[in-house]
């Protein structure tokens, strides 16, 4: 079966780094990707991790752990515009690329 | 176009009508998904295209639902004697490789009442 682990909320201040933790269990596992969405608008997307180890993007950064069935996104130097639900979302390859969502992370920045 | 376009932005039915739902992916995009999402939720995986074919559409649920992409480019979803419990924002997305990720549409907020 598939599943997906990630903290329903989280609440942070601006100009702090927070990270989002997104633990799996797929079958056939391809990487992990994390989108960005915020509320009434479309997910938006922010990284993929293929191999272990931390990907950088600007202030945001995934990390991956095959063999730990866990990653995570980091983000650095918080602002108000951050504030959104963070999916993780590990997709399968073969056949069907299809991503699977968890119900995300919410995360308030507050100022 | 420069993104994913769906439309309408947003129907209003009356349950038990048919409605069709338009994805329009990003030019050269040889993958395209549906998703549906609830208050509260993440995107729920429908259906899923590699070129004109569905290469994966576990998530249909159940027989009301239908997709198409006869070209390979734009996509229908068709729902059939839709119920209230159909409403929700319906997603498309499109994606060239698995590593660049998939753009999603504004969506289109589909009610039944």
């Known amino acids: 079966g598939q599943s997906l682990e990630q903290p329903s909320e989280v609440t942070a201040v601006e100009g702090a780094i927070v990270q989002i933790n997104c633990t799996y269990q797929t079958s056939g596992f391809y990487g992990l990707s994390w989108y960005q969405q915020h509320d009434g608008g479309a997910p938006t997307f922010l990284s993929y991790?293929?191999?272990?180890g931390l990907e950088e993007t600007g202030r945001f950064s995934s990390f991956l752990s095959r063999s730990d069935s866990y990653g995570y996104l980091l983000l650095q130097e918080l602002q108000m515009k951050d504030s959104a639900s963070y999916f993780c979302a590990p997709p399968r390859g073969g056949a069907t690329n299809k991503l699977i969502f968890g119900t995300g992370t919410l995360l308030a920045v507050q100022p | 176009g420069a993104g994913v376009s769906q439309t309408p932005s947003n129907k209003v039915t009356e349950k038990g009508k048919y409605v069709e739902l338009r994805c329009d992916p990003i030019?050269?995009?040889?993958?395209l998904y549906w998703y549906r999402q609830s208050l509260g939720q993440g995107p729920e995986f429908l259906i899923y295209?590699?070129?004109?074919?569905?290469?994966?559409d576990s998530g249909l649920p159940n027989d009301r639902f239908f997709a198409v992409r006869p070209e390979g480019s734009v996509s229908t979803l068709k729902i059939q004697r839709t119920e209230r419990g159909d409403s929700a924002v319906y997603l498309c997305a499109s994606s060239l490789t698995r590593d660049s990720g998939a753009f999603f549409g504004q969506g289109t907020r589909l009610t039944v009442v």
């Open positions: 030019s050269g995009h040889t993958a």
């Open positions: 295209f590699q070129g004109t074919g569905a290469a994966d």
């Open positions: 991790n293929g191999l272990d």
